[in-house]
């Protein structure tokens, strides 16, 4: 494996006020991407992770705020590796008025991981969440990609997606950064956990309409510039689940 281009160690910066905050496993194909979006009076918290990766996932966090300034968590969907830790991580942060950010339906699947804090349901409130600036994150419903109410998140100042599992790769060959001058482990992903193509394209055809300069997802790597347009014209026609079943 070629050495990292990064200490993954430390949080990264990724733009001024947003941190990489993940774990870089050199073991595994699948890396997992926290993120802090830190505003005037809001810090958001994205898909915190799993209780394995909590201790350096939380190293980080405290590199960059105190966590009781986190004001929301946001959980594109409940999978383990997204919203596992959600106890722990209401512990930690102790307060109040902490909010997790979730599409309504996910939330009886999220109290399962004894999450007490109070849900704000983006689908109860036209999909958007304000913040104290006046800046506004546009949540994105994207049934099926790959979980049935999974909503991924448009940071409407930096143009920036939160995308959850989609955009995501799986492989050992990692950086955080990466130029697309191959689409394999891409593919592989988007393969292995989209139903089929179909919903894929229905979804891809939202996002282009949207100016978007960047992609954070949950796994794999950060796709930036002209990166972001190639990905979702490969990923119109790339078939998927049930598109690769025979009989």
């Keep these: 494996m070629p050495m990292p281009m990064y200490n993954y160690d430390n949080a990264i910066n990724i733009l001024h006020d947003t941190y990489w905050v993940g774990f870089y496993d050199e073991s595994a194909d699948l890396h997992c991407n926290p993120y802090l979006l830190i505003d005037h009076g809001d810090v958001i918290l994205f898909d915190p992770g799993s209780i394995p990766h909590f201790p350096i996932v939380f190293r980080k966090v405290l ?18 590796d997204v919203a596992g830790n959600i106890a722990v991580v ?22 399962h991981y004894g999450a007490k804090s109070n849900f704000y349901e983006v689908d109860k409130h036209d999909h ?21 109410f999974t909503i991924i998140t448009y940071d409407t100042k930096n143009r920036t997606l939160f995308s959850g599992d989609l955009f995501g790769a799986i492989s050992r060959e990692w ?4 130029k697309v001058d191959s689409f394999a482990s891409i593919d592989a992903w988007h393969k292995f956990i989209i139903p089929n193509n179909q919903i894929l394209k229905n979804c891809l055809g939202k996002l282009e309409k949207r100016k978007i ?15 972001v347009t190639k990905t979702i014209e490969h990923l119109k026609n790339l078939p998927c689940g049930a598109d690769l079943l025979k009989d």
């Design 63 to 80: 590199d960059v705020v105190n966590p009781n300034e986190i004001t929301a968590i946001c959980l594109s969907h409940q999978d383990p």
């Design 90 to 111: 209401e512990d930690v942060i102790d307060h109040d008025d902490l909010k997790i950010v979730t599409h309504s339906s996910n939330v009886r699947m999220i109290k």
């Design 128 to 148: 958007k969440l304000v913040l104290a600036s006046g800046r506004i994150l546009e949540f994105v419903y994207t049934p099926y990609l790959h979980s049935p």
């Design 175 to 178: 950086d955080l950064f990466s």
């Design 213 to 227: 300069d960047r992609i954070l997802p949950q796994h794999g790597s950060v796709i930036q510039g002209d990166d």
